[in-house]
C-alpha cells in the first residue's frame, strides 16, 4: 500500500463496491465534461484526466469522504491506476527507436536525465518536499500526468502530492503547447527542429499535436516519435526509484531483500508489456482497446486520487509548485533548445 494513502476499512464487500462506483461515477461524468469542452471550443483544453481529479477533490474537500466508500476509493487509486500503467507499457515498442536514430535518442534520454535533475534541485530548492520534488521532475520531463501517476506509488506519495504535482503541471503545460509555435517562430526553427522542441518539452501525444501541427507535417512526424522516445524513459525511472527505495529499506532493522519490494510487479508488467509490442506478440488490431483500457482505467484512478485529496492541504502548497513547475518547465525548453543546436536540426 502506497504511503499516504487512505487506511482500508475491514468493512463489507459493498463498501468496496460503493467506492469503486463513485469512482467512475466521477470519470464517467468527467469524460462527458471533456467531450462536450471539445464540441463548443474545438479543442479540450482541459483533459477529463485533469477534470475528474479537480471534480473528486472539489466533493472531498465541500462534503469530505464516507467511511463506507473509503476501501473502494482506496482501490481505485491504487489497483486501478497499477492495472493501466502496465497496459500503459502496450503503446511503446523499439520501431519508434529505431526511427528517430540513435542520435537523437541519446539526445532525448540526455535531456530526461537532465531535466530530471534540474526539476529536482528546482523543487527541493524551493522547499517542496523529496515527494512532490520527484513527482514535478518527472511530470516535466517525461509525460506528465502518466509519469507522475507511475511513479507515486513507487515513491510512496500521499494523494494531495499526486494532485498538486498533476494540476500545476497540466495546467502550465498546456501554456506551453500554445506558446511553442510562437517561439519556434521568434527563433527560426526549421519544422523538424520546431517537431523536436515540442516533443521534447510537451507531456502529452495529443499535446505534441497541437503544438506541432501550426509547425508543418514534418513538425508533426518528428515531434511525436520524439515524444515516444521520451515516454519510453518511464520504466527505467521507476524501477531506479524503486531500487533506491528498496536500497534504503534493507538498511532498517528487520529488512528481507524481495524483488517485489525492490521492483513493483506494475512496473515489471509495464515493461513486460512493452517487450511484447516490440516482439510483436501483441496483435496490431489489440492495440487501440488497450490503449483505450489504460486511458479509461487511468481516469478512474484520477478520480479517486481526487476523491482522496483535501484542496484546503493542496492550497497550503500551492504557489512553492507553482514556481517549482514553471522553473523546471524553463529549464526543459533551455535543455531541449541546446540538443536541437548540437544535433543541427
Known amino acids: 500500500m502506497a504511503a499516504g494513502t487512505p487506511s482500508a476499512e475491514s468493512g463489507s464487500p459493498l463498501g468496496l463496491i460503493a467506492g469503486v462506483l463513485l469512482c467512475v461515477g466521477v470519470a464517467v461524468l468527467a469524460l462527458g465534461l471533456g467531450r462536450l469542452e471539445a464540441q463548443l471550443t474545438g479543442r479540450a483544453w482541459i483533459e477529463p484526466l485533469v477534470i475528474a481529479l479537480l471534480m473528486g477533490a472539489a466533493a472531498r474537500t465541500l462534503w469530505g469522504l464516507p467511511r463506507i466508500v473509503r476501501p473502494g476509493v482506496e482501490f481505485s487509486a491504487r489497483t486501478v491506476l497499477e492495472v493501466a500503467i502496465v497496459l500503459l507499457g502496450a503503446s511503446l515498442s523499439s520501431a519508434a527507436l529505431a526511427a528517430v536514430g540513435p542520435g537523437l535518442i541519446l539526445g532525448v534520454f540526455a535531456v530526461v536525465l537532465a531535466a530530471l535533475i534540474a526539476g529536482y534541485a528546482i523543487g527541493r530548492a524551493l522547499g517542496l518536499s523529496r515527494s ?21 506509488p513507487v515513491i510512496g506519495a500521499k494523494p494531495e502530492e499526486v494532485s498538486v504535482s498533476i494540476g500545476f503541471t497540466a495546467a502550465l503545460s498546456l501554456a506551453l503547447v500554445l506558446l511553442l509555435p510562437l517561439i519556434a517562430a521568434l527563433l527560426g526553427l526549421s519544422q523538424a527542429a520546431g517537431g523536436a522542441l515540442a516533443g521534447l518539452t510537451v507531456y502529452a501525444v495529443p499535446q505534441v499535436l497541437a503544438a506541432a501541427a501550426p509547425m508543418g507535417a514534418a513538425a508533426l512526424d518528428l515531434g511525436t516519435l520524439v515524444k515516444l522516445v521520451r515516454v519510453l524513459a518511464l520504466g527505467p525511472l521507476c ?24 521492483v513493483p510487479w506494475f512496473i515489471l508488467g509495464f515493461l513486460a508489456m512493452a517487450g511484447l509490442r516490440s516482439a ?12 483505450e483500457a489504460a486511458g479509461l482505467l487511468t481516469l478512474v484512478a484520477m ?43
Not at 484546503?312 to 502548497?317: G, H, M, P, Y
Open 132 to 152: 512532490v520534488s520527484i513527482l514535478v521532475a518527472s511530470g516535466n520531463a517525461i509525460c506528465g500526468n502518466s509519469a507522475i501517476a507511475a511513479v507515486a
Open 303 to 345: 478520480a479517486a486520487l481526487g476523491l482522496s485529496t483535501d484542496l484546503r492541504v493542496v492550497a497550503r502548497s500551492g504557489p512553492s509548485v507553482a514556481a517549482a513547475v514553471a522553473l523546471s518547465l524553463a529549464a526543459l525548453l533551455l535543455l531541449g533548445l541546446g540538443l536541437i543546436w548540437l544535433l543541427r536540426l
Open 280 to 291: 510483436g506478440l501483441i496483435p496490431a488490431a489489440w492495440l487501440g482497446p488497450l490503449d
Open 239 to 262: 524501477v531506479a526509484l524503486a531500487l533506491m527505495a528498496g536500497a534504503g529499506r534493507r538498511n532498517e532493522p528487520g529488512a528481507r531483500l524481495r524483488l517485489d519490494r525492490l
